[in-house]
């Protein structure tokens, strides 16, 4: 819950960036607004490296009586083409597997890209149960006939969000390898899964993710509301 429309100063500073970037051809941007701010932005942006997305969605397809909700086929006309879906902060809110999965189904027969966020807590995590939860996210939500090839997974664990904690890198690429793993098990061997990580994301700590083939990209909260921290973050993934 951040922006208004003088924030599109953001989004030009790091359009400005892409265009100079040797390097941006190997990076796609994906910047998620509030749906307040998806068709004024989507109207300003000139640009194909960054695509913009909303952050989440009501589960009904048609319109009805949801006071103050929107839905994914709303969004999809304002100019969307991402939608992130089943993040920490939704589920603490109440948010189940169950209402997750009706929201993705709703969001794929639009077209949309889904951004799928999974993750521990820090009492699931010292209990030894991380493998257990993401594994139980994953198969109460997504369901085979879903088109995986619209779907990327991003790993969140709760207890990193915000607190500039993240997971040890081995273990980070013991998890992000059991997620490609079961997702190739149980639903499409020939796909090539994208993983993404997401968890107090810096420009100071960016570095340490490159040592991890195995992690396709970033799901960056905070920073994402400075273009300066922003753009240091992709310049300093590449030194």
């Avoid at 640009?47 to 969605?57: D, F």
């Avoid at 991890?212 to 992709?234: T, V």
């Amino acid at each position: 819950m951040f922006g208004d429309f003088g924030s599109f100063k953001i989004v030009n500073k790091i359009n400005q960036f892409c265009h100079k970037y040797k390097k941006i051809n190997k990076v796609k941007i994906v910047l998620c607004v509030p749906n307040t701010l998806i068709h004024f932005f989507k109207g300003k942006l000139k640009s194909q490296s960054i695509k913009l997305g909303v952050q989440n969605c009501h589960f009904h397809e048609g319109y009805g009586p949801f006071t103050g909700s929107v839905n994914a086929s709303m969004q999809k006309k304002a100019g969307a083409e991402f939608l992130i879906l089943g993040h920490s902060e939704n589920r603490f809110e109440g948010e189940t597997n169950k209402l997750i999965k009706k929201k993705i189904k709703s969001a794929l027969n639009q077209k949309l890209n889904i951004i799928f966020c999974i993750g521990e807590t820090q009492k699931e995590k010292n209990n030894g149960k991380t493998f257990a939860v993401l594994k139980k996210q994953i198969y109460q939500t997504l369901e085979k006939k879903f088109n995986t090839n619209k779907i990327i997974l991003a790993y969140e664990p709760v207890w990193s969000i915000g607190t500039n904690k993240i997971p040890k890198i081995y273990e980070l690429n013991k998890i992000i390898k059991f997620i490609k793993k079961e997702l190739r098990k149980t639903f499409n061997k020939k796909i090539s899964y994208k993983v993404l990580y997401g968890g107090s994301v810096n420009p100071k700590n960016i570095h340490l993710f490159s040592s991890i083939p195995q992690i396709d990209g970033f799901l960056i909260g905070g920073a994402s509301q400075s273009s300066k921290k922003f753009i240091d973050i992709i310049k300093n993934y590449y030194k």
